[in-house]
């Protein structure tokens, strides 16, 4: 069952946010990794909020655990986000 995963970082920045998506090897606007379906970013009051719609929790966790903490910290965005967990009832794609 699909996944909705709200990450919010609390001081962390859209520039650093962008070394990270460099750094995981994607592209702004292209495709996700395998198992992402859907992902979108923006600026909060105190840091970013990131949005994912993974197929899977596990996937999501794997590519946390392998990609987004690793990087997140190299790339100085202080601690781990919140991070909140939604079942997905129903998801769009576009055309």
């Given at each position: 069952?699909?996944?909705a995963i709200v990450m919010d970082f609390a001081g962390g920045t859209l520039e650093q946010y962008d070394q990270v998506i460099a750094k995981m090897g994607l592209d702004q606007g292209g495709t996700g990794p395998e198992g992402a379906l859907f992902?979108?970013?923006t600026a909060t009051d105190d840091g970013i909020r990131v949005?994912?719609?993974w197929e899977t929790a596990e996937q999501w966790q794997a590519f946390a655990d392998s990609q987004i903490g690793p990087i997140t910290a190299e790339v100085g965005v202080p601690g781990p986000p919140a991070?909140?967990?939604?079942?997905v009832h129903n998801h769009l794609t576009g055309p």
């Amino acid at each position: 069952m699909a996944v909705a995963i709200v990450m919010d970082f609390a001081g962390g920045t859209l520039e650093q946010y962008d070394q990270v998506i460099a750094k995981m090897g994607l592209d702004q606007g292209g495709t996700g990794p395998e198992g992402a379906l859907f992902h979108w970013v923006t600026a909060t009051d105190d840091g970013i909020r990131v949005v994912d719609v993974w197929e899977t929790a596990e996937q999501w966790q794997a590519f946390a655990d392998s990609q987004i903490g690793p990087i997140t910290a190299e790339v100085g965005v202080p601690g781990p986000p919140a991070v909140t967990v939604h079942q997905v009832h129903n998801h769009l794609t576009g055309p």
